[in-house]
């Protein structure tokens, strides 16, 4: 079992960045796969970025791609996601998500710890 708190978020202009934190606890967290998601309101929850247990894999939606960084710290159990270049259609509640079992990364149903999510603004 382990639970994810997501920090970070923010009201910020176009353009700017942002640094999103998700905090794991329990000390098998080095295992999880990990990935960050996003929902808009009256939108879908959308895949945004995912990270190998060991970091040696990465993988993003085309839409960040180039603009956000995901990364983790085994050491500290916490995950990140640098968002850079913001633009409005950014703007959504940001989740983490964790699993044990490989799966496809962009499919919500695959993962099976989430955060409460963090909220980010972008004003343009």
């Known amino acids: 079992q382990v639970q994810l708190v997501e920090s970070g978020g923010g009201l910020v202009q176009a353009g700017g960045s942002l640094r999103l934190s998700c905090a794991a606890s329990?000390?098998?967290?080095?295992?999880?796969?990990m990935g960050w998601f996003r929902q808009a309101p009256g939108k879908e929850r959308e895949f945004v970025a995912g990270i190998s247990w060991s970091a040696s894999g990465t993988v993003y939606a085309d839409s960040v791609k180039g603009r956000f960084t995901i990364s983790r710290d085994n050491a500290k159990n916490t995950v990140y996601l640098q968002v850079n270049s913001l633009k409005p259609e950014d703007t959504a509640a940001y989740y983490c998500a964790g699993r044990t079992t490989a799966g496809v990364w962009q499919s919500a149903r695959a993962y099976r710890y989430w955060g409460q999510g963090t909220q980010v603004t972008v004003s343009s």
């Open positions: 329990g000390r098998t967290f080095s295992s999880y796969e």
